[in-house]
């Protein structure tokens, strides 16, 4: 009768390392979510995972309240896109309206364009640019004497990425979504995060609901000063992170994609970061780092994890006897 073979001794595995949850590229697209303004160029890491080119542009100024009393600067990050095409609109100290306004023939409405490497003519059908935006930021901090500052504040992304223009102050400070806020020389940020599926395909508009380059802001702020007679200024940074693809776009890099990373920080993002707030970039990013991880956990990222760690564990404690079972017939 033949003996069974002899089996080495037994060795213990090395423990299973334990995984954070998120991917690096998911772990990048949530933190560049949260800090377009010094973030990492990330990609966002969903299909099509095709090699791209990102590019982070911006647009800086300053907005003051006029003579009813309001100011406002507002945002559409799938114009930040080209350099020749309006993507922000901001009010002076003679603005007479009273709502977001996108029409520079009104008196006091002013408007702006982002340092995109790119032009409206780049981006079309066939071998010209399409494009989509990763991440965008509007950030706002008074900028005046402190005996004048006052006021309120009110601070707003669309859920549904709505039109803004002919909306006012009072119709804003009745929204879920808006949040108010005193005015300081600290930063007070607006985050976009994509809310349709449209926003995450490679498009040359970007993801524009509109589908044109014709103004469609969904993000800004809006300021009740104390006087009429004493308008008080602030200062704007608009921040864009770009996804770029197609034959004439240069420094094409690969990009991954993650489906349940990237699942996990969209779900944090849409739920921490929907509102205006106060954070500074940094501690925004780490904030839905971290939340992204518990949301990772709790699903597809997590439950993949756990099953890792839970076969090797078994494999450790009973792969040695089933061998030695196995060899038994041989």
Not at 60 to 69: E, H, M
Not at 239 to 248: A, C, D, P, R, T
Not at 269 to 294: F, G, I, W
């Amino acid at each position: 009768m033949r003996q069974a073979a002899r089996l080495p001794q037994r060795t213990r595995l090395p423990a299973p390392t334990k995984r954070a949850g998120l991917s690096v590229p998911a772990t990048q697209y949530a933190q560049s979510l949260a800090n377009p303004f010094t973030g990492p160029l990330a990609s966002v890491p969903d299909f099509p995972s095709v090699p791209s080119r990102r590019l982070r542009v911006y647009s800086r100024g300053f907005f003051s309240t006029g003579t009813a009393n309001i100011g406002f600067v507002c945002a559409a990050p799938p114009m930040a896109s080209r350099a020749d095409v309006d993507s922000v609109w901001y009010s002076s100290s003679s603005f007479a309206g009273t709502y977001f306004d996108t029409n520079t023939a009104s008196v006091g409405a002013w408007s702006g364009r982002t340092n995109s490497d790119y032009s409206n003519a780049d981006y079309g059908p066939g071998t010209l640019l399409r494009g989509r935006i990763v991440s965008s930021g509007l950030r706002i901090r008074y900028s005046a004497t402190n005996l004048n500052r006052g006021g309120t504040v009110l601070g707003l992304v669309t859920p549904n990425h709505n039109l803004l223009t002919s909306i006012t102050f009072n119709v804003a400070d009745n929204y879920e979504c808006s949040a108010r806020f005193t005015p300081s020389t600290k930063w007070q940020t607006l985050n976009y995060c994509p809310v349709t599926q449209e926003e995450l395909m490679f498009d040359i508009y970007c993801g524009a609901a509109n589908g044109t380059t014709s103004p469609f802001p969904y993000m800004g702020f809006i300021v009740q000063s104390p006087e009429p007679t004493i308008p008080i200024t602030f200062q704007f940074e608009y921040y864009s992170v770009l996804e770029v693809q197609g034959i004439n776009a240069r420094g094409l890099v690969p990009s991954l994609a993650d489906p349940a990373g990237f699942a996990a920080v969209q779900t944090a993002a849409q739920m921490s970061m929907m509102r205006p707030h106060e954070k500074t970039p940094e501690a925004s990013a780490k904030a839905l780092v971290e939340h992204a991880h518990q949301v990772a956990s709790h699903t597809i990222s997590g439950w993949v994890s756990n099953a890792t760690s839970s076969a090797l564990k078994w494999v450790e404690s009973e792969g040695a006897s089933i061998l030695t079972t196995v060899a038994s017939f041989l």
